[in-house]
């Protein structure tokens, strides 16, 4: 699908003005209910870059959102957290039929400037996360939502000295519980999850038994995320629910497991194992090994010989 140039949003009240809304209560939070937003004065496919948070709770009919790797259609409750600086991709088949329903809250980094939230934001990894991979809530979930974003539109309505804590607070509440239901659905997809930990073992196998890493070195979070189609933050958090491993975690792994195979059935130097596992250097093989196994590849293998 192709967009045209991506609407450029440096601040929330852009966002009020382009959907033909009236301005926001609070320029740097806003909750938006998307019934309310009628007849949006752009084409049907389009693009935005907002330069704020976005949290967006939808059910759709016939629209298709993208950010990051995929597109995601759903009629069911759906949780999408957006960055600043990320593009966003919404494409509409059939305006006439149409149904939208949801909230969006968007919140300006600037509200989040001295507050605990500020730094901690970033662990929440979600807001990396691709489209095809948001949170889908459960009826309970659903509803425990949109009472918290409620609470914070009630509170931003009502500014006084104890306002910014509290909505601090209140978001920082709804970031847990979001977190909270992520792992809930890392656990609860296991078909899915264990089919997609085969495909990263497939694909590692496939890397170093094509000789794939002697042409492109050492195997990446990011090239098996592509493969995958998955996003590396995305991979790395599901992998290590189910193996208690991240990705790179698993990647080292793999590569311990065939420098002790070549270590003990192959006449091979140091040197050209680690030529063949992609190291540019033996140096760092040799330092890599013992960092995971507390002896030297030479160590290793007089114990077998």
Same mark, same amino acid.
């Given at each position: 699908?192709?967009?045209?140039?991506?609407?450029?949003?440096? %601040? @929330?009240?852009?966002y009020?003005?382009?959907?033909?809304?009236?301005? #926001?209560?609070? #320029?740097?939070?806003?909750?938006?209910?998307?019934?309310?937003?009628? &007849?949006?004065?752009?084409? $049907?496919?389009?693009?935005?870059v907002?330069?704020?948070?976005?949290?967006?709770?939808?059910?759709y009919?016939?629209?298709?959102?993208?950010?990051?790797?995929?597109e995601s259609?759903s009629? &069911?409750?759906?949780?999408?957290?957006?960055?600043p600086?990320?593009?966003?991709?919404?494409? @509409?088949?059939? #305006?006439? &039929?149409? $149904?939208?329903?949801?909230?969006?809250?968007f919140?300006?980094?600037?509200m989040?400037?001295?507050?605990?939230?500020?730094k901690?934001?970033?662990?929440?990894?979600?807001?990396d +996360?691709?489209?095809?991979?948001?949170l889908?809530?459960?009826?309970?979930?659903?509803s425990?939502?949109?009472?918290?974003?409620?609470?914070?539109?009630q509170?931003?309505?009502?500014?006084?000295? +104890?306002? *910014?804590?509290i909505?601090?607070?209140?978001?920082?509440?709804?970031?847990?519980?979001?977190?909270?239901?992520y792992?809930?659905?890392?656990?609860?997809?296991?078909k899915?999850n264990?089919? @997609?930990l085969?495909?990263?073992e *497939?694909?590692?196998?496939?890397?170093?038994?094509?000789?794939?890493?002697?042409a492109?070195?050492?195997?990446?979070?990011?090239?098996?995320s592509?493969?995958?189609?998955?996003?590396?933050?995305?991979?790395?958090?599901l992998?290590?629910?189910?193996t208690?491993? %991240?990705t790179?975690?698993?990647?080292?792994?793999k590569?311990?497991?065939?420098?002790? &195979?070549?270590?003990? %059935?192959?006449?091979?130097?140091?040197s050209?194992?680690?030529?063949?596992?992609?190291?540019?250097?033996?140096?760092?093989?040799?330092?890599?090994f013992?960092?995971?196994?507390?002896?030297?590849?030479?160590?290793?293998?007089?114990l077998?010989n």
């Amino acid at each position: 699908m192709k967009y045209s140039q991506p609407y450029h949003l440096k %601040t @929330i009240n852009q966002y009020h003005k382009l959907m033909g809304l009236p301005k #926001p209560e609070n #320029p740097l939070i806003s909750l938006v209910n998307l019934k309310s937003i009628v &007849e949006p004065s752009f084409d $049907k496919s389009i693009s935005m870059v907002y330069d704020f948070y976005s949290i967006s709770l939808k059910r759709y009919s016939n629209i298709k959102l993208g950010y990051g790797q995929q597109e995601s259609e759903s009629d &069911e409750g759906t949780l999408f957290f957006t960055a600043p600086g990320q593009i966003l991709h919404i494409n @509409i088949d059939n #305006p006439d &039929e149409v $149904k939208v329903d949801g909230r969006i809250l968007f919140v300006h980094p600037d509200m989040l400037w001295n507050t605990s939230l500020a730094k901690t934001i970033k662990k929440y990894d979600f807001f990396d +996360y691709s489209a095809n991979e948001a949170l889908l809530l459960s009826e309970k979930e659903e509803s425990l939502i949109i009472g918290l974003l409620q609470d914070i539109a009630q509170e931003y309505s009502n500014i006084d000295n +104890y306002s *910014e804590d509290i909505i601090i607070a209140q978001l920082e509440l709804l970031l847990a519980y979001a977190d909270r239901f992520y792992h809930r659905q890392f656990l609860t997809r296991k078909k899915y999850n264990h089919r @997609i930990l085969n495909h990263v073992e *497939e694909l590692l196998n496939l890397y170093f038994r094509e000789d794939i890493v002697i042409a492109k070195g050492l195997p990446t979070v990011q090239y098996i995320s592509q493969e995958l189609n998955i996003s590396p933050c995305y991979l790395s958090r599901l992998l290590k629910t189910i193996t208690g491993q %991240t990705t790179q975690q698993l990647i080292q792994e793999k590569i311990i497991t065939i420098a002790k &195979e070549k270590l003990t %059935t192959t006449d091979l130097s140091v040197s050209e194992i680690a030529y063949e596992l992609g190291f540019e250097h033996s140096q760092s093989f040799n330092k890599f090994f013992k960092v995971k196994t507390q002896l030297s590849p030479l160590e290793f293998r007089r114990l077998f010989n």
